[in-house]
């Protein structure tokens, strides 16, 4: 394998105690770290002086389950509104890229517009916005809705709003706002356009109230696994975050998407495309390995399958059987990709009820030393099964502490990540232009 140029593109995703269900009850984790700023501004300049190009924190609308049995074995019942921790977050840090998940099923696209330009404009030009359709049926009962939008309705409704949304980031041109005090002008009216949109889903008039960003537009992120979701990555998406653990999938993912951009006239290297990993480093492969497995055993089977919930369905009813039997029969396609995904993986590898929310709570995982992790960033870097990794830090704040601590200055020797940022945007960091403006 020949070692492909360039380095690599690493995010860092903040999850309320760690990534791990378990982490919070662990003596290196913090059970109170849910809603402690001070946790959330050391994570985030961590990241910064460890060069990452940004952090980026995921979202429901939803309590985390209607499970209150399950929830109270997790830190996952409280969260903070990611636009509202990233602002703050902002205003600790000068380089990091800060992005944020925001549903196009339950918001208005005037709503996203305007807030995530807020954050570029705060940020000085660090936004990207995760855009998802929702997939817990819990957010749709917040919304006044019985029942959740079809999953072909969420992605229609989400290609017209993405489409609104830029629109509006364009109403205002490069050079608007003027400040000429000597001539009583702001802005300049004829750079301000309403856009007159009317389609399906959406007739909204704008402009937006907010001038054009310090970096043209918010960089636009998303997780598409299913067909719908793989078109509308492929056509708006500049960040991906691919769900792939297995390298091959990965591969025939990274090509897929890459190709079908290409089908949108994009160019490949418009894209980075990004698996999740969870990287668990210890001085030791022993080391590393202990601990994990510590997080592991501290999995309540309650919780175990309240975790298969979220990726199954809250349909499949698990209660009744035995956690070290076999999963049941399963309809797949109905819920989306992540339910056949790991339908698929229980059936190919024989994996028990535990054995299967086991793998989902390690997400990818590689546990032992900075020079494993190296070792297997590089594989997938080399292999085009991924031009980076959003990663899953365990534990707060020592899954971060370690990795920046351990793993960069190997990665950094080897000649695959930067050592020093090129520039102060989200855009900057991964070499992205600013969009060319949409046709009416």
């Given at each position: 394998m020949s070692k492909r140029a360039g380095h690599m593109n690493l995010l860092a995703m903040i999850n309320n105690g760690g990534h791990h269900l378990t982490a919070w009850q662990h003596p290196k984790g913090q059970a109170g770290a849910g809603l402690n700023i001070q946790t959330y501004t050391r994570i985030a300049q961590i990241a910064?002086?460890?060069?990452?190009?940004?952090?980026?924190?995921?979202?429901?609308?939803?309590?985390?389950?209607?499970?209150?049995?399950?929830?109270?074995?997790?830190?996952?019942?409280?969260?903070?509104?990611?636009?509202?921790?990233?602002?703050?977050?902002?205003?600790?840090?000068?380089?990091?890229?800060l992005i944020a998940t925001a549903t196009t099923s339950y918001n208005e696209p005037y709503h996203i517009a305007r807030k995530f330009a807020s954050l570029d404009h705060l940020s000085g030009g660090r936004a990207g916005w995760n855009v998802v359709t929702s997939?817990?049926?819990?957010?749709?009962?917040?919304?006044?809705?019985?029942?959740?939008?079809?999953?072909?309705?969420?992605?229609?409704?989400?290609?017209?709003?993405?489409?609104?949304?830029?629109?509006?980031?364009?109403?205002?041109?490069?050079?608007?706002?003027?400040?000429?005090?000597?001539n009583s002008r702001y802005f300049l009216p004829e750079k301000v356009k309403n856009i007159h949109h009317t389609g399906k889903h959406f007739s909204v008039e704008g402009p937006l109230n907010i001038s054009r960003t310090?970096?043209?537009?918010?960089?636009?992120?998303?997780?598409?696994?299913?067909?719908?979701?793989?078109?509308?990555?492929?056509?708006?998406?500049?960040?991906?975050?691919?769900?792939?653990?297995?390298?091959?999938?990965?591969?025939?993912?990274?090509?897929?998407?890459?190709t079908m951009a290409s089908q949108f006239g994009r160019a490949k290297e418009s894209i980075r495309i990004l698996p999740g990993i969870t990287p668990v480093v210890g001085k030791t492969r022993q080391e590393a390995k202990d601990f994990f497995e510590q997080l592991q055993n501290l999995i309540d089977p309650v919780l175990g399958r309240r975790l298969l919930a979220d990726t199954l369905g809250d349909d499949i009813d698990l209660s009744h059987h035995d956690v070290d039997g076999p999963l049941p029969d399963i309809p797949i396609g109905n819920k989306g990709s992540r339910r056949d995904f790991a339908v698929a993986l229980a059936k190919e590898k024989q994996l028990s009820i535990r054995q299967l929310y086991l793998h989902l709570a390690a997400r990818n995982a590689i546990v032992g030393t900075a020079e494993d992790i190296a070792d297997r960033f590089e594989e997938w870097y080399d292999s085009e099964a991924a031009d980076g990794f959003n990663l899953f830090f365990t534990h707060d704040t020592g899954g971060i502490e370690d990795f920046v601590e351990l793993v960069i200055p190997e990665l950094q020797k080897r000649g695959r990540f930067k050592k020093h940022y090129s520039g102060n945007t989200l855009r900057s960091h991964f070499g992205f232009d600013v969009p060319s403006l949409l046709h009416a």
């Amino acid at each position: 394998m020949s070692k492909r140029a360039g380095h690599m593109n690493l995010l860092a995703m903040i999850n309320n105690g760690g990534h791990h269900l378990t982490a919070w009850q662990h003596p290196k984790g913090q059970a109170g770290a849910g809603l402690n700023i001070q946790t959330y501004t050391r994570i985030a300049q961590i990241a910064e002086k460890g060069l990452l190009d940004a952090v980026f924190i995921a979202d429901v609308v939803a309590l985390w389950g209607q499970d209150l049995e399950a929830l109270t074995r997790t830190s996952r019942g409280e969260h903070y509104e990611p636009l509202t921790l990233l602002s703050y977050l902002a205003g600790v840090t000068q380089h990091i890229g800060l992005i944020a998940t925001a549903t196009t099923s339950y918001n208005e696209p005037y709503h996203i517009a305007r807030k995530f330009a807020s954050l570029d404009h705060l940020s000085g030009g660090r936004a990207g916005w995760n855009v998802v359709t929702s997939v817990v049926g819990a957010e749709s009962r917040n919304f006044g809705r019985d029942a959740h939008f079809l999953h072909n309705e969420r992605y229609e409704r989400a290609e017209e709003f993405v489409d609104v949304v830029r629109k509006l980031w364009q109403s205002w041109e490069d050079g608007a706002v003027v400040k000429d005090t000597k001539n009583s002008r702001y802005f300049l009216p004829e750079k301000v356009k309403n856009i007159h949109h009317t389609g399906k889903h959406f007739s909204v008039e704008g402009p937006l109230n907010i001038s054009r960003t310090p970096q043209g537009e918010p960089v636009l992120v998303q997780a598409g696994a299913s067909e719908s979701g793989k078109r509308l990555a492929a056509r708006i998406a500049e960040i991906i975050f691919s769900p792939h653990d297995e390298i091959k999938a990965a591969q025939h993912y990274y090509h897929d998407i890459k190709t079908m951009a290409s089908q949108f006239g994009r160019a490949k290297e418009s894209i980075r495309i990004l698996p999740g990993i969870t990287p668990v480093v210890g001085k030791t492969r022993q080391e590393a390995k202990d601990f994990f497995e510590q997080l592991q055993n501290l999995i309540d089977p309650v919780l175990g399958r309240r975790l298969l919930a979220d990726t199954l369905g809250d349909d499949i009813d698990l209660s009744h059987h035995d956690v070290d039997g076999p999963l049941p029969d399963i309809p797949i396609g109905n819920k989306g990709s992540r339910r056949d995904f790991a339908v698929a993986l229980a059936k190919e590898k024989q994996l028990s009820i535990r054995q299967l929310y086991l793998h989902l709570a390690a997400r990818n995982a590689i546990v032992g030393t900075a020079e494993d992790i190296a070792d297997r960033f590089e594989e997938w870097y080399d292999s085009e099964a991924a031009d980076g990794f959003n990663l899953f830090f365990t534990h707060d704040t020592g899954g971060i502490e370690d990795f920046v601590e351990l793993v960069i200055p190997e990665l950094q020797k080897r000649g695959r990540f930067k050592k020093h940022y090129s520039g102060n945007t989200l855009r900057s960091h991964f070499g992205f232009d600013v969009p060319s403006l949409l046709h009416a």
